[in-house]
Nanobody, 121 residues
Framework: QLQALGGGLVQAGDSLRLSCAAS????????MGWFRQSPGKEREFVAA????????YYADFVKGRFTVSKDNAKNTVYLQIYSLKPEDTAVYYC????????????????WGQGTLVTVSS
């Protein structure tokens, strides 16, 4: 029902926009989030957006390089990443939350298949 798209192999310093397309269900009333997981590491919170798209939240490490947005008309969530670094290499997942803390993956009920972002130095 959720599918993250837009990953690929990029060079350090490049920008990339990930999208999360929903099908079979409308997610316009759900707050949404992005997480990522690198090999050997736990899944970590990246960014979240309110159901309306008006409020956004970011992990500390983002430091202005990531922008999350939500287009309810298109049932799609985006994650724009600027100035990519090799340490951003990970599988990125989008998810829909019913409530609770935006940075807690356990609060997300629906998960999409991830998209791999590989950043070469």
């Amino acid at each position: 029902q959720l599918q993250a798209l837009g990953g690929g192999l990029v060079q350090a310093g490049d920008s990339l926009r990930l999208s999360c397309a929903a099908s079979g269900r409308t997610f316009s009333s759900y707050p949404m989030g992005w997480f990522r997981q690198s090999p050997g590491k736990e899944r970590e919170f990246v960014a979240a957006v309110s159901y309306s798209g008006t409020s956004t939240y970011y992990a500390d490490f983002v430091k202005g390089r990531f922008t999350v947005s939500k287009d309810n008309a298109k049932n799609t969530v985006y994650l724009q990443i600027y100035s990519l670094k090799p340490e951003d290499t990970a599988v990125y997942y989008c998810a829909a939350r019913l409530g609770g803390r935006y940075d807690d993956p356990a609060q997300y009920a629906y998960w999409g298949q991830g998209t791999l972002v590989t950043v070469s130095s």
